[in-house]
């Protein structure tokens, strides 16, 4: 059974932190690149981050940047995303996404065919 597990999520107040992982059972990350996408109510499925398979290459939405972390322990089968300086405009539901090899297509949804169930990330005070 292949699958993707988020976990982490929570309600953080405004400039707080909290650490997403994506752990996969049934088949390995390791050639995979792995993309985080969030979504909020009402609002589009976005690209946050990317990390290439190896590890050595990240993309980042502009409006995390220099905010958001993503890394990988590929022994572990499982991948991060540090969330700092957290804003209520971040406020959406967290999926990581897996399913192409290909570092510059992965922050396309349609590139991925595995998903995990999203975890909630709250922003309030």
């Known amino acids: 059974h292949l699958q993707l597990v988020e976990s982490g999520g929570g309600l953080v107040q405004p400039g707080g932190s909290l650490r997403l992982s994506c752990a996969a059972s049934g088949f390995t990350l390791d050639d995979y690149a792995i993309g985080w996408f969030r979504q909020a109510p009402g609002k589009e499925r976005e690209g946050v981050s990317c990390i290439s398979s190896g590890g050595v290459s990240t993309n980042y939405a502009d409006s995390v940047k220099g905010r958001f972390t993503v890394s990988r322990d590929n022994a572990k089968n499982t991948v991060y995303l540090q969330m700092n300086s957290l804003k209520p405009e971040d406020t959406a539901v967290y999926y990581c996404?897996?399913?192409?090899?290909?570092?510059?297509?992965?922050?396309?949804?349609?590139?991925?065919?595995?998903w995990g169930q999203g975890t909630q990330v709250t922003v309030s005070s």
């Open positions: 996404a897996a399913g192409t090899r290909l570092f510059r297509l992965c922050f396309s949804p349609h590139s991925h065919g595995y």
